[in-house]
């Protein structure tokens, strides 16, 4: 299993909206336990290795896995 770690940019959005937060932790859970579990809207981000998007709703978050360390570290979201 995969541990997490937030910027301070995606706590600060994330203490805003409470649904969001909800919703957020609940795919992320998923995500610690398989992080390219197909239930979930991710992508790929180009020309990056090991950096990804993950939507939820009109919110982006973007995040980065570390294999050697296992870690998904998200750290950067914005509205859309």
């Known amino acids: 299993m995969y541990k ?3 910027s301070k ?31 979930l809207d991710i992508k790929k981000l180009q020309w990056e290795t090991n950096r990804y998007r993950l939507r939820i709703w009109k919110y982006r978050f973007l995040y980065e896995i570390y294999e050697e360390k296992v870690i998904i570290y998200f750290y950067d ?3 859309r």
Do not use: G, Q, R, T
């Open 9 to 39: 940019k995606v706590i600060k959005i994330l203490a805003k909206n409470e649904l969001l937060a909800k919703k957020f932790y609940h795919h992320v859970k998923i995500l610690l336990l398989n992080p390219f579990s197909n239930e």
């Open 77 to 79: 979201a914005w509205s």
């Open 4 to 6: 997490l770690d937030l």
